[in-house]
């Protein structure tokens, strides 16, 4: 791996087994490197790797995160089927957007997540948690991912946009569909899947005109702003948009968070001596994040024009992702950077993006981890993997840290 022309393929099985040792041989020998991304395919892209290039570049508008012409290029490579969900979720969709039409957006669903609005449910996330540990417990065994990690983040965020429960399981399909992605599914079932999605999307959105309620989506109907509102399509990819970043990483954050606790014992055990001490599970959370947080870097960017740092220049129209995983274990930001320190203070990780992208659901996110987590390591004093540390893989998706299960003994 150390030769000076490697190439890094991000995703590649080599990377998945070590993913931190190429992050330090990036961040030392190539902070700007022209690498590979491996997803349906291979792709070139260019990997940024440094904690302070990571910032400058999500805040310098020579990278843009709009496809632009490269959008209805892109859609003309695939089939008529695809075609429609991908133009969905790629041209009204604010990730994907530069402002003033990003800032348009965000403007509009920004209420619900303000730290006083999160605080308010923070007791049903409470009561969620304990009622699936309640069911869990007296199994022993079980695989905390999909039976734990999951359906927290999940219930939430469908009561806040308002899913009604007759529909859940009809969403979560889609859902699941959306962000496992055409590479896992194959195009056809990928395609039907996601215009059963938007089907069951547009009629939520019918219903919620008719009978409007107390959730995000009656809310974004209603939203003006200076005589604006959304539009159907916009309405569409907001609900997919908040739905798949509600629960995908959180859920995969939560998962994470316990395999860390677990890998450092000593940790875990200060934790569970101090379940009010609300200064500590804050940072330990944010600690979290920055070492084991699911998301590896941001959406890509293209230059929009020739762009040199450290002598190398990337050329206009290159695809540019800040490795935030990179970053946050950069040395020349943060001391001993692979030690995993729950009273880390300051804390200033990219684990939630930077700059007018910066994660929209940070104070949700969090608050459910912490909640969640001091319920799970209150409740089970003897909580302990079921397996050998050595036989849980990461799933092979490049920038996502997300373990294919967690199976553990409760108790
Ligand atoms: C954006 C991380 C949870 C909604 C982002 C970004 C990151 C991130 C890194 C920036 C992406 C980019 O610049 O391309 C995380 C992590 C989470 C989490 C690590 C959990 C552990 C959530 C939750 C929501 C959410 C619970 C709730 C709805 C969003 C949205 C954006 C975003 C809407 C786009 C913001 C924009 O384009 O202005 N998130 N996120 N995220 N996140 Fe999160």
Redesign the pocket.
Known sequence: MTTPDTTITVGSPEFLADPHAHYAWLRTNAPVHRGRMAYMGEQDVWLVSRYEDCRLL?ADDRFLRSPGEQGPAMLAGFPDSVREPIRLMTTSN??LMDDPG?RRL?KLVAKP?TPRAIDRISGRVDELSHGLLDELEPLGRVELRERFALPV?ATV?NEMVGVPHADRERFGRGMNALVTGMARLGQESWAREMNALTELVRELIEHKRSEPGEDILTGLIQAEEDGDRLSEDELVAMVF??VT??YE??YN?ITNAVLTLLDHPDQLARLRAAPDDEALWRSAVEEL?RYG???GG??PSTTVEDVTWHDTTIPAGATVIPV?AAANRDPAAFDDPDTFDIDRRPNAHL???HG???????N??RM??RVALRALVRRNPNLRLAVDRSELALEPMPFWTRYEELPVHLG
């Open positions: 999500l604010m990730i990003h965000r997540f983040p965020i948009l908040l970043a509600g990483t959180t954050l994040v947080g699911p998301i941001t959406k935030l684990g939630f993006g007018v992208h910066f994660c929209l659901g940070a949700l996110a459910e981890t």
